[in-house]
């Protein structure tokens, strides 16, 4: 990216974060991420990435957009019925020029992953192939009023490690919102490579408004360090 | 009881925290809110505020989000402001329920501060510096205020870097906060400052208790046994 010109404007003050400058930018513009859930976490966060100039978006997504909710921050309800992919898509095309947006495609070949289904198995599964692939991913998984995200750059403890699995409360909007925005924060994090701590993961939990972070830790017997 | 739908949230800003707080208002389901906004969308604004898109480049951002608002959420009251200052405050308080603070601009949160204060109402206040969010809520007469914490705005500096996210993360936070208080609950930050970083994940609480002298909270200290704080 060059000093001048129409990015340049754009992302000043995204460029002033310390750690970030012209080479976290490039590392943004660079980046390919897949995005797993365009609902009412996947929404905010797919808003925040597309703004911050992360190169290109693949938005992954079977649902049809339902009414409420402010839309996710990005569907309005005429658009109830259709297929959120495109929607999304849409409205992320005009929340940002710099983006490419695109439908999820087996060859994609994403640099890495975001996490946002509203289903637990969904989330579970998106974020055991994205290990597999031995990509970077951010899983945020939502409680009632609260949830967590957890950080899993390439070889650090899985999600299965990281969090257990068990019946959970529906997600309140204000918490879906607050959830997403934290992991993208947390994926910014990872790709612009201002995560502290050489590879390692953590686990932010959301309870009652406050964020609470520790390192993640493999479990006996998990063999989540190996990739294939 | 008076049901979210009822209530009415004073939000000041349009920007890097109160769009998203705006938002969360309308996705629980608030049913009125008075913006406060006077700046027109500029370029850095689309790097990380979730109102605005490219279309809108060089409108009045309270026209931008009310447009934007109805929208998303067309059972959502909008009323926009454009001044809010120390004249306009204190009538625009009053007619709130609480008010959440989402201003970048010293001068405008203490007058935020002071209208709230005097008017017994709750005030949510968040503020931004690079990887660092603040949140504090207000409740007069029980805990301490932004005068309480720093005794008045500080000179105005460069403008900081600003990381979309993690603004919209503290938006979306004081969102949830104003649905806690407009449902009866107890307030997550009242009297607790929340200073989260996002890079090291480290949060702390710092308790804030009214300052001795201080010029806002004095005049309402003896008001708390009235109620005052608390939503009718």
């Known amino acids: 990216m060059s000093d001048g010109g129409p990015e340049a404007s754009r992302f000043a003050r995204l460029r002033l974060v310390p750690g970030v400058g012209a080479a976290g930018l490039q590392l943004l513009r660079a980046a390919r991420v897949h995005v797993v859930g365009a609902g ?43 297929p959120r992919l495109f929607a999304a898509a849409e409205v992320l095309g005009r929340a940002s020029r710099f983006t490419r ?76 919102a607050a959830l997403g925005t934290l992991a993208a924060v947390e994926l910014l994090l990872v790709v612009a490579r201002l995560l502290p701590g050489k590879g390692a993961g953590r686990r932010t939990d959301l309870l009652d408004g406050w964020p609470s972070t520790r390192p993640t830790a493999r479990r006996p017997g998990c063999d989540c360090h190996v990739v294939y | ?31 009125r809110v008075v913006l406060a906004e006077s700046g027109a969308v500029q370029d850095s ?35 926009v402001v454009a001044a809010f200052g120390e004249e306009t405050a204190a009538g625009l308080v009053r007619a709130a ?41 207000v409740l007069p007469g029980a805990t301490g205020c932004l005068r309480c914490l720093f005794e008045g705005p500080p000179s105005p500096g460069p403008e900081p870097g600003l990381l979309g996210p993690l603004a919209g993360l503290g938006g979306a936070l004081l969102g949830a906060e104003a649905v806690r208080l407009l449902e009866g609950r107890p ?27 201080c010029p806002a909270c004095g005049p309402v200290q003896g008001a708390r046994a009235a109620g005052a704080g608390a939503l009718a």
Request: glycine residues 16%; neutral net charge; hydrophobic residues 45%.
């Open chain 1, 101 to 176: 947006i695109r439908g999820y495609a087996s060859d994609a070949a994403p640099t890495a992953t975001l996490v946002c289904a509203q289903r637990e198995p969904v989330a579970r599964a998106a974020s055991e192939r994205a290990r597999l692939a031995g990509l970077a991913h951010v899983v945020a998984f939502g409680d009632g009023e609260g949830g967590g995200v957890v950080t899993i750059p390439s070889g650090a403890p899985c999600i299965r490690c990281a969090v257990e699995p068990g019946a959970r409360f529906p997600l309140r909007p204000a918490a879906a």
């Open chain 2, 1 to 31: 009881m008076i049901t979210l739908r009822g209530r009415t949230v004073l939000v000041v800003g349009a920007g890097g925290l109160g769009g998203p707080a705006l938002l969360a208002l309308a996705s629980a389901g608030v049913g």
């Open chain 2, 45 to 79: 604004d689309l790097a990380g505020q979730p109102l605005f898109l490219e279309a809108e480049l060089g409108e009045p951002r309270g026209a931008a989000a009310a447009r934007r608002l109805a929208a998303l959420a067309p059972g959502l009251e909008v009323e």
């Open chain 2, 97 to 137: 329920d609480l008010v959440v603070d989402g201003s970048n601009h010293f001068p405008t949160m203490f007058h935020a501060n002071d209208a709230a204060l005097a008017a017994g109402k709750p005030l949510l206040h968040g503020g931004l510096l690079h990887f660092t969010l603040h949140l504090l809520t």
């Open chain 1, 40 to 82: 009412a976490m996947g929404g905010p966060a797919l808003l925040y990435l597309a703004q911050a100039g992360v190169g290109t978006l693949f938005v992954d997504d079977g649902e049809d957009v339902d009414a409420g909710g402010a839309g996710a921050w990005l569907y309005d309800p005429q658009q109830a019925g259709r």
């Open chain 2, 187 to 213: 307030g997550a930050y009242a009297g607790r400052l929340l200073v989260h970083e996002a890079r090291s994940g480290r949060s702390r609480a710092v308790p804030l208790k009214p300052r001795p002298g």
